[in-house]
């Protein structure tokens, strides 16, 4: 199966439909070359008949693997997704984004069923609406430690994260409370969006659209790194980074500018 382009202007009803659709004959097309993958992937959805369900019940399947759909656990995914839509518009985003940025995505069903960088998002972005809800923060954070344990990627429920969004691997990427990423940002393994321990109230960093954190960047304090602007593998980033300027090195340093 060959990842379809789902592009970043999207008509989110009408789109969730088709992307449905397209999920579900690639499901069936498995029933005869691979039908161990076919019944997991019948398993994990159970009845769902549309995006949003299915998004809610592959969530639920993997943060709380002992637990059956229509549980305490599934109805408060569904019922987050059902009542937020901007959570299913984001996620296709987020489809479109792993699947043309990332050489190693087969196709948007191995993106939705086995990226763990592609699911833990997802569970954020149901965790940040109970977040903002405030009277669901504890639910927040129980999210926050679920998927902490369950992909080792540790995305503090208050974050503001935009959509278009690529996180590669994802392990031990760290996200902060203040931090904010903006649309079509993608993220390597190992980044870090912390605080410098100085402060309180807004400490953390903002990444601007389009920028691209390479592994083990750690990027630290209230500062902005400007859109389009690439941060290198394994550099720490303690000073603002212009936008589409290049920066590498510990402390990082503007190797290449627009």
């Known amino acids: 199966m060959k990842c379809e382009n789902i592009g970043f202007q999207v008509a989110p009803a009408e789109n969730q439909e088709q992307l449905w659709a397209r999920l579900q004959t690639g499901i069936a097309e498995l029933k005869e070359s691979e039908p161990v993958v076919f019944f997991f992937m019948q398993e994990v959805l159970g009845n769902t008949n549309n995006f949003s369900s299915a998004l809610a019940a592959m969530l639920c399947h993997y943060l709380f693997p002992d637990q059956a759909q229509n549980t305490l656990y599934h109805r408060l995914l569904l019922n987050t997704i059902e009542e937020h839509k901007e959570i299913c518009q984001a996620a296709i985003r987020d489809l479109g984004a792993f699947c043309e940025r990332d050489p190693a995505s087969l196709c948007m069903l191995q993106v939705f069923f086995f990226n763990k960088g592609f699911i833990a998002l997802q569970a954020y972005r149901v965790a940040h609406m109970l977040w903002?809800?405030?009277?669901f923060q504890f639910s927040a954070l129980m999210l926050q430690l679920r998927i902490s344990m369950n992909f080792g990627v540790d995305i503090h429920p208050k974050a503001s994260i935009g959509s278009g969004i690529f996180l590669d691997h994802a392990t031990g990427l760290v996200i902060g409370e203040?931090?904010?990423?903006?649309?079509?940002?993608?993220?390597?393994?190992?980044?870090?969006?912390?605080?410098?321990?100085?402060?309180?109230?807004d400490r953390h960093p903002k990444i601007r659209k389009g920028a691209v954190l390479f592994a083990g960047a750690k990027i630290l304090g209230n500062i902005e790194v400007g859109a389009g602007a690439i941060v290198a593998?394994?550099?720490?980033?303690?000073?603002?980074?212009?936008?589409?300027?290049?920066?590498?090195?510990?402390?990082?340093?503007?190797v290449k500018s627009k």
């Open 132 to 135: 903002n809800k405030q009277q």
């Open 178 to 201: 203040t931090a904010v990423v903006e649309d079509n940002v993608s993220i390597f393994h190992e980044v870090t969006l912390g605080g410098t321990g100085k402060h309180r109230g």
């Open 233 to 254: 593998a394994g550099s720490i980033v303690l000073d603002h980074v212009p936008a589409h300027a290049t920066v590498a090195g510990t402390p990082a340093r503007i």
